[in-house]
């Protein structure tokens, strides 16, 4: 079992930056690919940005050149650096783990509100 710990939501205006951390107390990170999801009001959950244990990063079009996903093994913490923040950005923001050739291990968090408004 893996616990994903979110923190770093809250609001901004738009044009600023918030950073997501996403802490795995007592996992090994190394195992896992990891993605960052929102979900907003009355849609559906959306993957944002994804990096596998190799370190290749995705990303849905709507964050490319804002979002960057990254990693730190050693503190078993994944970031989700976010920057420009538009008013459509606004959702609650999932860590999810997936383990490396184990479907049925993954993981989510519990969520952290990111609110984008002037």
């Known amino acids: 079992q893996v616990q994903l710990v979110e923190s770093g939501g809250g609001s901004v205006q738009p044009g600023g930056s918030l950073r997501l951390s996403c802490a795995a107390p007592g996992s090994t990170l190394n195992f896992y690919n990891m993605g960052w999801y929102r979900q907003a009001p009355g849609k559906q959950r959306e993957l944002v940005a994804s990096?596998?244990?190799?370190?290749?990063?995705n990303y849905a079009d709507s964050v490319k050149g804002r979002f960057t996903i990254s990693r730190d093994n050693a503190k078993k913490t994944v970031y989700l650096q976010m920057n420009s923040l538009k008013p459509e950005d606004t959702a609650v923001y999932f860590c999810?783990?997936?383990?490396?050739?184990?479907?049925?291990?993954?993981?989510w968090g519990q969520g952290t509100q990111v609110t984008v408004s002037s």
């Open positions: 990096e596998t244990n190799s370190g290749t990063a």
């Open positions: 999810n783990a997936q383990r490396v050739n184990y479907r049925d291990l993954n993981y």
